[in-house]
């Protein structure tokens, strides 16, 4: 992509050097900075006081779970929360008048962060075949577009129907609906490059691929592990979560190969503790891992307590769970005893104290949880890194009790509750045999294209309609170049936008943007006031109530966008009264309480204030796997050859930006400020590779296919990160991660594992 001169640049590139600790006063301000550039400091007011309140705004960031009604601060949200609802509720509109003076081709030159600044899209827009602008569309004619579209295809698996995890269930479950009765299972969601790697592991080992702690385990855990994940950005409220156990006596054990500010202390801005004084330590052990060494961190740890077993027997695992709730222990056990301590300790980069120091507080801990998220599942080798994780937890009977579990930590606000709605492309036969129960027609039981299947299925010309219902597909997918390519030969794109982002900038013959309310916004039908309802990573599922003005009268809400897009495609074709859903959402509520395990009686649990739990089988006792006992699991696998000269790269998310959305060029908590294309290295590597601070490289990447992908015009930023690995921001690197390079069986993106070298860009080339 080429970049307009530097319409980017908010200044020099200052880099000082990773931050002490996390949140506190500056937190509060830069949020309300960032949220008045964006807004009147009256719709501040009403966004933020509602956000997370109960009968409130949900907020639309990550998915870490609110504390029971009754224990909620009247601010209930963190700096970053508040910038990522204020970004939606910005005062800025993108018009008519602006795809007019923009032609697609310009769009295509500016920035991420430029896009998104031009505020909320206002009407539909489509761009037609051979023109260079988008143009007004009315909503009939968009929807006909559409649906003549569809239904000219030779096989419904011709359309592919993406969603991101902002998306409402109510949204969600008509989306689902839709594809099934058009024909087809090709739902890729954000999730396949989220969290899918956690899912197939965990529902390999327990039977279930959702997470198993609540925030009333974390009250309880003894000792909580923090693995792979920067909660300090991205799950903020997490660490209110970790600065509670602290203070009652739990330990904490945080794995990363950056020191994460906001794994080291802690100031709330919520107590007077936090604003004034010193904060609250978080880790009691900081574990500096080289990347993609997790598993044999883990296998290291199983082999010590298997050792401690041995030295004092029947004092260390949980000999009558483990007989009584799992299999496969002998052949997991002789695995891990081979595992030679010394070749642990080469991979991960770790002392063989530092190793046996965490062992030792694992054996004092009765309740254990193990936290992860992105820089586990990003990992070609992450399904196996997570089975081996579930392995330490089943050692010690860490799962089913209370304070102890697994804990993934998930991104969107709704992405669990998306899947759970029925957006995965391999959904089982009961869910596929209840909604032919509920709705009288057969849905397809082959299984569809996932996020990178899609793309692949693109480029070979089998998926010729491409539909985004949120989200930035273009950007969040790997190998930018392929993906872009993949959907200009689509024959119509169409997307289902609140804002303005590449993905309408890369379109097919014909490109559709469709235009839509917020959950921020007030949402009236003919039935009256609408809400709807998300999970959160805790399997909470609560209602969300808009208050703000919508920022168009043209705008339709996302349940009212795809209900007339399947009334209008599938006519009378298939027995659903899609008008009803969007006249009243109790009434697809309705339908899912039949159809989604779990919500038996929704409309009426979701009036409770909170909402309601799913029930999680592992906590009553049960593992829902093929032999109905946990497995144990013999896991392999280890990150990839790095050639001499070369860095292991790691792509990941400043501090300021929300997914491909960044908000400013600044990453305050690792103290990089005034330029986003920067490769943080180890001093040492730069010296090795004979390059200094501030010089300007190319990154290069080198993939199975023998290509090379080029990120041009990086700066070098000396940083803390273990010798041979490197960072940089996404999605300015995705271009670099090659379509084949995906984790074993889940086929998630290895985006946190690019082998990379940095080629200095010299003067006048
Ligand atoms: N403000 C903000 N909040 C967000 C988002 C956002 O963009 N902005 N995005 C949301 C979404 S969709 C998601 S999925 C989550 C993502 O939440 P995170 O997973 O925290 O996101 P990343 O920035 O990808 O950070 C990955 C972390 O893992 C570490 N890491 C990388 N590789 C390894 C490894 O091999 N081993 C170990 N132990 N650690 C490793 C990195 O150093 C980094 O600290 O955040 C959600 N919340
Ligand atoms: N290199 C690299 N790539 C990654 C990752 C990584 O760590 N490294 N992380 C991956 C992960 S974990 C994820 S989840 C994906 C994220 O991928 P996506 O979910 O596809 O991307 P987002 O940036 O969250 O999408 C932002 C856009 O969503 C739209 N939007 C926001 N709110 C709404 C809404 O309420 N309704 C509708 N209809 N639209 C809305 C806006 O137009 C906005 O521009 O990226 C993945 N890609
Ligand atoms: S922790 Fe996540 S859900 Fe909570 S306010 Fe912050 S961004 Fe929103
Ligand atoms: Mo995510």
């Given at each position: 992509m080429r970049r307009r001169p530097d319409e980017d640049r908010e200044g020099e590139l200052t880099s000082t050097g990773p931050k002490e600790w996390a949140a506190g006063v500056p937190a509060v301000a830069h949020a309300l900075e960032y949220s008045l550039s964006q807004t009147s400091p009256k719709r501040t007011a009403l966004t933020l006081l509602n956000m997370n309140q109960v009968d409130g705004i949900d907020c639309p960031g990550c998915a870490w779970p609110d504390p029971a009604p009754g224990h909620?601060?009247?601010?209930?949200?963190?700096e970053n929360g508040a910038k990522h609802i204020n970004d939606e509720a910005t005062s800025r509109r993108v018009t008519a008048e602006f795809f007019a003076e923009h032609p697609v081709s310009e769009l295509g030159e500016r920035s991420d962060k430029w896009l998104n600044q031009q505020g909320r899209l206002t009407e539909p827009m489509v761009k037609r075949p051979g023109s260079e602008h988008y143009e007004p569309i009315s909503w009939t004619d968009a929807f006909g577009l559409v649906a003549e579209e569809l239904r000219s295809l030779?096989?419904?698996?011709e359309a592919a129907f993406y969603t991101s995890g902002r998306v409402s269930n109510e949204a969600a479950f008509t989306l689902g609906l839709f594809a099934r009765a058009f024909g087809t299972n090709n739902l890729p969601d954000c999730s396949n490059m989220c969290h899918e790697s956690s899912g197939f592991a965990l529902h390999e080992t327990?039977?279930?691929?959702?997470?198993?702690?609540s925030l009333l385990d974390m009250e309880h855990a003894d000792l909580i592990f923090v693995v792979g994940?920067?909660?300090?950005?991205?799950?903020?409220r997490q660490l209110s979560a970790l600065e509670a156990a602290k203070l009652r006596g739990a330990r904490i054990v945080a794995v990363n190969p950056l020191p994460e500010a906001g794994l080291r202390?802690?100031?709330?801005?919520?107590k007077p503790r936090g604003v004034i004084g010193a904060g609250v330590e978080i880790a009691d052990h900081f574990l500096q891992i080289r990347l993609g060494a997790d598993i044999a961190l883990f296998q290291g740890l199983n082999k010590l307590l298997l050792e401690a077993e041995d030295a004092?027997?029947?004092?260390?695992?949980d000999r009558a769970f483990i007989e009584s709730s799992t299999s496969g222990f002998d052949d997991f056990a002789a695995h891990v005893r081979a595992v030679d301590l010394d070749d642990v300790s080469t991979l991960t980069g770790l002392g063989r104290e530092e190793i046996r120091a965490v062992a030792d507080e694992v054996l004092r801990s009765d309740r254990i949880i193990v936290c992860w998220a992105m820089g586990l599942t990003q990992h070609r080798h992450a399904v196996p890194t997570i089975r081996e994780i579930v392995n330490f937890l089943l050692l010690r009977g860490?799962?089913?009790?209370?304070?102890?579990g697994a804990c993934p930590v998930r991104g969107h606000s709704n992405v669990q509750g998306d899947r759970t709605m029925?957006?995965?492309?391999?959904?089982p036969d009961e869910f596929l045999d209840a909604l032919q129960q509920e709705f009288g027609f057969d849905p397809p039981r082959h299984h569809g294209l996932d996020a990178v299947g899609t793309i692949h299925a693109m480029l070979e010309d089998e998926v010729k309609v491409f539909v985004g219902v949120a989200g930035n597909f273009v950007r969040a997918a790997p190998d930018s170049t392929a993906t872009e390519k993949a959907l200009r030969r689509c024959r119509l794109t169409v997307q289902v936008s609140t804002k303005l982002n590449r993905s309408h900038t890369v379109c097919g013959e014909t490109a559709l943007i469709l235009p839509t309310r917020s959950r921020t916004e007030r949402d009236l039908q003919d039935g009256g006031e609408q809400f709807v309802t998300v999970e959160d990573s805790m399997s909470d599922v609560h209602s969300s109530y808009g208050r703000l003005t919508?920022?168009?009268?043209?705008l339709l809400s996302e349940v009212a966008i795809l209900s007339r897009l399947a009334r209008a495609t599938l006519g009378e074709r298939v027995?659903?009264?899609?008008a009803s859903f969007e006249t009243d959402y109790g009434i697809i509520r309705d339908h899912i309480s039949r159809v989604v395990?779990?919500?038996?009686d929704f409309n009426h649990r979701i009036a409770e204030p909170g909402g309601f739990t799913l029930p999680n089988p592992v906590n009553e006792g049960?593992?829902?796997t093929s032999t109905g006992t946990a497995q144990f699991s013999v896991n392999e696998g280890s990150p990839p050859d790095v050639p001499e000269g070369h860095l292991l790269l790691q792509t990941l998310r400043s501090h300021d930006q929300w997914n491909t959305v960044p908000?400013?060029?600044?990453d305050r908590y690792r103290g990089i400020?005034?330029?986003?294309r920067v490769v943080m290295v180890h001093t040492d590597d730069l010296s090795a590779l004979g390059l200094t601070e501030g010089d300007r490289v190319d990154v290069v990447s080198i993939a199975d296919d023998g290509q090379e992908r080029r990120a041009e015009g990086f700066r070098v930023v000396p940083y803390?990160?273990?010798?041979?690995s490197a960072a940089a921001y996404y999605p300015e690197t995705?271009?670099?991660?090659?379509?084949?390079?995906v984790a074993e069986?889940?086929?998630?993106?290895?985006?946190?594992s690019v082998v990379v070298r940095l080629e200095p860009v010299t003067a006048g080339t």
């Open positions: 909620r601060h009247a601010n209930e949200y963190c030779d096989s419904p698996d327990i039977g279930t691929g959702k997470g198993t702690v994940q920067n909660p300090g950005t991205n799950h903020p202390r802690f100031k709330n801005p919520q004092a027997p029947g004092t260390v695992l860490n799962l089913g009790r209370l304070g102890t029925g957006i995965w492309e391999q959904m919508p920022a168009s009268p043209l027995p659903v009264d899609w395990p779990g919500f038996h049960v593992f829902p908000y400013t060029d600044n400020h005034g330029d986003r803390p990160t273990p010798r041979g995705n271009v670099l991660v090659s379509l084949g390079s069986t889940s086929n998630q993106p290895a985006y946190k």
